[in-house]
């Protein structure tokens, strides 16, 4: 599966490597492009799930606040509840395709 900004890939993963968390695909840090990913300051922390980082996503000059969210160290109750560890996996916002 692949998250695409208009024709940039920016993060590639088989299907059974990522995770569905809450309807949101999750794809492991190691098949994520940082290069197009920028820390954000926008705070969250989820009742259930953690502290959240946001990203801003940029290709091709467009930037797009907050389109990308990872969580560095969620509750370990999480884990549970998901399955597996999802500690730094990130998911993307609707801007963001996610295809097969």
């Known amino acids: 599966m692949k998250a695409v900004l208009g024709d940039t890939v920016i993060a590639e993963a088989p299907k059974e490597e990522l995770l569905r968390i809450e309807g949101n695909y999750y794809f492991p ?3 994520v492009r940082s290069e197009f ?3 954000s300051p926008t705070p969250y922390t989820c009742p259930w799930k953690g502290e959240c980082q946001y990203f801003t996503v940029s290709t091709d000059g467009e930037r797009l606040q ?3 969210w990872s969580y560095p160290t969620p509750y370990p109750t999480a884990f ?3 399955g597996a560890d999802f500690s730094h996996y990130v998911a993307f916002w609707k801007e ?3 295809t097969d």
Do not use: T
């Open 66 to 68: 907050d389109r990308a």
């Open 80 to 82: 549970d509840r998901v």
């Open 37 to 39: 990913l920028e820390k």
């Open 96 to 98: 963001v395709r996610v």
């Open 29 to 31: 840090p190691s098949s």
